[in-house]
């Protein structure tokens, strides 16, 4: 075998470890936002709390609820969050970085990396979610579709949507697809309009009488045994998983087009 032969073999052999690493760390970024999202930091209760409040403010004033869906809401929250997408990406970075020459690298490596996960991070992860905020339709999309599918498949929405919910001729309906017209900020008035059929947005479906108090009032109460509760949960969950599948989208393309940065030449050097 030649020298050329040998060659050839060590640099595929290497490009299969770097690609084998970033699709490992790639894989791993994505579990522990998903994971982070929809289960460590996912709480329905106080969001529950806040529509109710804001449900009853607009019903004493006579003024119509909000409606539209807010995505990455909270400055500090959304600074918050780029700070530790950038610390997870530097790292990243870097770790392919050692894979590729062999050990830890060098000062002038560092900066590259640091300045190139600065730049990658905050143009990707920070203009997706400015244009998620400001464009709810964005948000929808990801909500309705991976999200509708994580909370049908793994959140019990059939059985929930099943104890809220009849119809008028008694028929056996699967109402989980009523969570793809429900979101977190408009959840109450969907809800109002399905006290009767006549009101029903959707023909022949409407509330059972027992989720109303004896006023005929929603029960708001933010409680387990609660089935408007239970059900606003994998409505919150959607929204959620939606924003998670952002963020994903969002990191592994910073990441991507910073490890790019380093990997031929400095960053610096094209500065």
Known sequence: MDT??????????????ITYAFLGITTLIIMGIYASYCVLGFDAKPLFDEMVEKWKLAKSENKEPEIETTYF???MSALFKIVMIFVVVAFSITLLKMSIVGGPPKLDDFTDIVLASLISVFIAVGLTMAAVRMLPILGRA???????????????????????FTNTSGSDIKYGVLATKMFDSGFFGFLEKMKTAETSPIKGILLKKEMLDFKGDLNMDSEEANPVFQLFKP????????EATWISLATVLSLFSGFIMIRYSGIRKKL
């Not at 050329?4 to 470890?17: D, E, K, L």
């Not at 409505?235 to 939606?242: E, V």
């Open 4 to 17: 050329n032969t040998i060659c050839h073999h060590n640099i595929m052999a290497s490009s299969s470890m």
């Open 73 to 75: 809401d909270g400055a």
């Open 142 to 164: 990801f909500e309705n579709t991976l999200g509708y599918f994580g909370i049908n498949t793994f959140g019990g929405l059939e059985n929930i949507a099943a104890s809220v």
């Open 235 to 242: 409505i919150a969950l959607k929204h959620t998983i939606s």
